[in-house]
């Protein structure tokens, strides 16, 4: 009997986690279920639970995981600071004159809003606010305008600073400034490829990413170069004291994070659109999305003791150590999990339910721990696109106007997941992309 507890709890919380029951509380409950299961055949005993008290300490005092409300605050008090209408208003006059030109900018501002905030939602949603009606009216094609604003907002989860990556970091136990430097090829890598695709369908369809008209483009040549200094120079500004003090081993992402909240206040202030009340909405955003990780931290710790408690982690890696093709039969089983599972739950659950199952079984195949970050990052990314249930989609359809059908939508995002599904290949067979400059 006891063989068949470990696989049991873990269908049992799959099984609860497709019903829509909250995660923290799944894992919580599905944890005590079994340990008294277990406890009343023999095969668990209770004194293991002690541990947990101290294991909870051990979250709240984790000195990685205040990363997470700093580099939350950074981005939400940038999103309040109207950092990216700003950004997509000049850079789409940039751009303005060739085709594709406002989808190239999104792809850029997209790039440049990641590096800047790490918050995915808010660059979905503030694009879509933004750039949308804008596409729309001069006469782009819904899929490509929705397609282009979608894949472009979700950069914010591998390149860094990610919040994505300070989780997972946590998880896998590696650095999160080596995790930051590993994700940075990828996911420039990646905004490239979608430039590239950007580019290549406005010039063989040019109907469906027309080009600005010169009535539009008003502002002279300086007047637009001044404009884009002023712009430009903040967020990038920002950059350089967050991951350059990161990748220069001057401070750890923690101190990081802190300067870059305080640096998002700066610039609000800089562009006078800090106010009182956007500091509170700004605090109020940050301790909702903190105490929601805390709790599923707390919860998957649960999950975790108990389910070492009944020996579950022997099976797992047992099983995942023993499958065809080694390393590379782990990481598709590995990707086609998080792959899946990305249809239905949230990338913190993700992180907090499968990576500490799978992490064993790469230790013991002694795989590079910053390589298979890398890619579980880029796999959760292609989740966010992926429809029917892609969050990416859910925040981008709250702001499309009526006109603008679903299935465009999906038929929008489909060239950028096979595009983010090729520079996942690549990575996965060039591990050389994401260690190159740790080494």
């Known amino acids: 009997m006891e063989h068949w507890l470990a696989p049991l709890m873990l269908v049992s919380l ?3 986690l497709f019903t829509g029951y909250p995660v923290a509380a799944s894992l919580g409950g599905v944890a005590l279920l079994f340990a008294f299961i277990g406890a009343e055949l023999g095969h668990f005993h209770w004194n293991l639970l002690m541990a947990l008290p101290d294991r909870m300490l051990g979250i709240m005092s984790n000195y990685v995981l205040l990363a997470v409300p700093f580099f939350i605050f950074m981005g939400t008090m940038l999103e309040k600071s109207r950092l990216a209408e700003d950004l997509l ?3 789409g006059m940039v751009f303005g004159p060739i085709r594709g030109g406002l989808a190239l900018a999104v792809v850029f501002v997209g790039a ?3 590096a800047a905030t790490g918050v995915i939602g808010a660059s979905v949603v503030a694009m879509g606010l933004i750039s949308l009606p804008v596409m729309l009216r001069y006469g782009y094609a819904k899929p490509m305008a929705t397609g282009v604003i979608a894949a472009s907002g979700t950069l914010g989860q591998i ?8 989780v997972l970091a946590d998880q896998m136990g590696v650095s999160v400034g080596d995790l930051f430097i590993g994700a940075l090829t990828p996911g420039l890598l990646l905004a490239g490829a979608f430039a590239v695709y950007v580019f290549m369908r406005a010039w063989i369809n040019p109907s469906c990413a027309p080009a600005l008209p010169k ?4 502002l002279t040549l300086p007047k637009l170069l001044k404009r884009l200094l002023l712009v430009m120079i903040p967020p990038l500004a920002l950059v350089f004291v967050v991951l350059g003090s990161i990748l220069a081993g001057i401070a750890t992402a923690t101190e990081a ?3 870059g909240a305080v640096g998002a206040m700066l610039i609000a202030a800089l562009t006078r659109r800090f106010t009182f009340k956007a500091l509170r909405d700004t605090m109020e955003s940050t301790l909702r999305l903190t105490a929601m990780v805390m709790f599923l931290l707390i919860g998957s710790t649960a999950f975790a003791l108990v389910f070492r408690g009944i020996e579950g982690d022997f099976w797992i890696q047992d099983m995942l150590t023993n499958l065809p093709g080694g390393i590379i039969g782990l990481i598709i089983i590995t990707n086609l999990t998080i792959f899946l599972l990305g249809f239905f739950i949230d990338f913190f659950e993700i992180a907090f339910i499968v990576v500490p199952l799978f992490m064993p079984a790469y230790i013991v195949l002694e795989a590079d721990p910053v390589w298979i970050g890398v890619i579980i990052a880029m796999n959760l990314q292609t989740s966010f696109l992926t429809p029917p249930f892609g969050f990416a989609l859910f925040y981008l359809r709250g702001v499309t106007p009526d006109s603008v059908k679903t299935t465009d939508m999906y038929r929008g995002v489909i060239p950028f997941i096979v595009i983010q599904l090729i520079v996942l290949v690549g990575v996965i067979c060039f591990p050389g992309l ?6």
């Open 14 to 16: 799959l099984a609860l």
């Open 112 to 114: 440049l809003l990641a």
């Open 434 to 439: 994401v260690t190159w400059l740790i080494r």
């Open 257 to 259: 994070g802190a300067l």
């Open 159 to 166: 390149i860094p600073p990610s919040v994505v990556l300070v």
């Open 215 to 218: 009535e539009v483009r008003a």
């Open 89 to 91: 208003e000049t850079i």
